[in-house]
């Protein structure tokens, strides 16, 4: 571990009981404390106030969860008048995702809050990752206590002491993806709350600071006083309170249609895994949503019923989606029903049409060959649209949603790679090989030209098609020309506004066909490609002759 760092924890609530003499004993240097909870309305961190009592040997800050349901200015107002007593100092916690809180209305309520801290006399740091870059359409340019976290398998496979995660640390300087901060990585969480070590009796998350301890100390000032009790606020969240015993709101609407998107859930008499179970509902089952809450680790539940709750949102995975026109189950083979209006087409298979970039590629390939089916689509770009960096960022993170974010950050980097590579047909001479600037890597970020997306599709993916003119068919795409749209309204509600990477074998089956599998990137999950324009339109043309219809309300299967 280099000399020139150290190390700081955060815990909340839900930690339980830590020996704070024992962490002391073994070189921590730092403890960062959330001092908010949006479970039941905007309240104080149920411990807060005596884990801050208790961490008086440590350079100690809180930090604060940024609650998207209210503006910067009451975020601040809630801050303010719970904020210890001699602290100058705050962590912005920037991960919470609020379905159609767009962008560009992110960022600026988050800068309203900087700049009212900043006029306090508080410095603040802002907590978040490379997942949750597309929340804001631009970051403040400031210091980060940036989240990425290497394999444990590769980088803590037997880390039991705090000497040994020590000596893990002389493998480790910086985070992989540094080059994507928005700002300078001041701090780097590093663990991903699956480290079990001496003083801790659960898993806890552990931070990087760049810096000495009595450097740490001067960056955030030490606190000594101890802390009021937290004033009495009306709460700023439009979330009901929850007490002890669930008070379910009265049903007066009609409830917002959604779609089971797991397996199996449960389903509990209150929002929490506290509660009992009562039931349970299916992968594709239809359930009505009359209300949601979250409970103490910022998990949101929705309430199906009187007494009956579902979990909507687990540690950033949607298990019940709202406003979803299909069911998409995740993995290798997926499904959906086609929406009961608009025109819809599947692209035919390589093997099915004539008229791809070559002649059917089963044609002349090599014994055990395999081949990406893919068709250009008719536009004056001469095939290729160059994706800025939050594009590229956005396309990363539907390759996470594609495999349920079951990959460690590394592991898929070194799968982005692979997928985006040259002549992988995606980006094929506008790759990062070819000094196109790769910003998911962090690599030629000086190039001029970032990487190109190649504008195509690939056999059997579905397309909208908003106006038929003849031979060619005018479909639906997404416009890098513009920033991003919130990924999961185009993830659960326009599927095909991506497509299935897939490849054919040479090896003719008995029927007459081809192999048609999926691409190997993401194994075993199917790969996602954003179908793209870049003139402004939203939309590109196909030949009818590469298309069949698709029946409306009917199943569509991937990779058919």
Known sequence: MNPNTCLVVDVWEGQLEIDEAVLKANGVAGMIIRINNMSGGHHMDANFTNQWAQAVNFVRVPYFVYNPWVTGPENFAWLKGNMPVGCTSVAVDTEVVYPGYSPANYAGEMNKLLDLCAK?????????????????????????????????????PTVK????????????????????????????QFS????????????????????????????????VQPIPVP?????????????????????VNTGTPAIVMKDVINVRNGPGTGYDIVGSVKVHEAVLVYSTQFDVLNNAWAQIDDVKWAVMIYQGATYIAENAPVSLKV??????????????????????????????????LGTGQTLPETVILDNPNGGFHKLSQEWQLWWFELMHLACDHSFDEHIMLSKWASLT???????????????????????????????????????????????????KLTIECLDVSKSPPPILD??????????????????????GTYRVS???????YGSPVPVVSSDGSGTQTILKSLTKPVLNGKTYQIYN
């Open 120 to 156: 306090e006399g508080w410095k603040t740091i802002i907590y978040t990752g490379q997942g949750f870059l597309h929340l804001l359409s631009k970051w403040p340019k400031c210091d980060y206590w940036w989240a990425q976290y290497p394999s444990p398998v590769t980088y803590f």
């Open 161 to 188: 002491t705090w000497d040994d995660l020590k000596n893990s640390l002389d493998k480790l300087s910086e985070p992989f993806n540094k080059a994507l901060c928005p700002g300078t990585v001041k701090m780097w």
């Open 192 to 223: 991903g709350d699956y480290l079990v070590l001496p003083g801790t009796i659960r898993k806890i998350d552990v931070s990087l600071f760049y810096g000495t301890p009595g450097e740490l100390a001067v960056y955030f000032g030490t606190v």
């Open 231 to 251: 004033i009495s606020v009306t709460p700023i969240d439009t979330i009901p309170p929850m007490t002890t015993t669930p008070v379910a709101p009265p049903i």
């Open 331 to 364: 993995g290798v083979i997926s499904s959906f029903t086609v929406p009961a209006t608009g025109t819809f087409v599947q692209t035919l298979h390589d093997y099915e049409a004539q008229y791809w970039n070559f002649l059917p590629r089963s044609k002349g």
């Open 421 to 471: 590579a040259d002549a992988r047909a995606f980006t094929d001479n506008n790759a990062v090989q070819n000094g196109y600037a790769d910003y998911v890597q962090g690599i030629n970020l000086n190039a001029k030209r970032p990487i190109a997306l190649k504008s195509l599709s690939t056999g059997g993916n579905l397309c909208k098609v908003l106006v038929a003119n003849g031979q």
């Open 490 to 511: 185009v993830w659960l509600v326009k599927p095909w506004l991506y497509q299935w990477a897939s490849q054919e074998s040479p090896a003719k089956l008995a029927n």
């Open 518 to 524: 999926a691409f190997p990137q993401l194994s075993p």
